[in-house]
């Protein structure tokens, strides 16, 4: 019975959504809408903030910097290996 009421909500969802997409305006309006939509949610954002990553530290370890010295020890030695192959 539940199965029933389900299929047949869906089936009615179906169908009011087929009668109103078959007008192009209504079509536009509905993919302006959900562009739109699109761009308030961060992740399918494709304006992110590329700035706000911490890019002055990438690239250019400091030896001062204890604490990342000993993350950066204790890492896997996986990328050093598949680059120094790459390399030969």
């Known amino acids: 019975m539940k199965q029933k009421n389900v299929i047949s ?3 009615v969802v179906a169908g009011v959504a087929a009668y109103m997409l078959k007008d192009q305006s209504n079509r536009q309006k509905l993919k302006a809408y959900m562009q739109n939509a699109k761009e308030k949610i961060p992740y ?3 304006k992110q903030n590329k700035d706000s990553f911490p890019v002055e530290k990438a690239g250019n ?3 001062q910097d204890v604490e990342d010295n000993k993350m950066v020890s204790e890492g896997s030695m996986y990328p050093v290996h598949y680059y120094d192959k790459e390399k030969k």
């Open 44 to 46: 399918f954002s494709e």
């Open 9 to 11: 909500g869906l089936a």
């Open 61 to 63: 370890p400091s030896p």
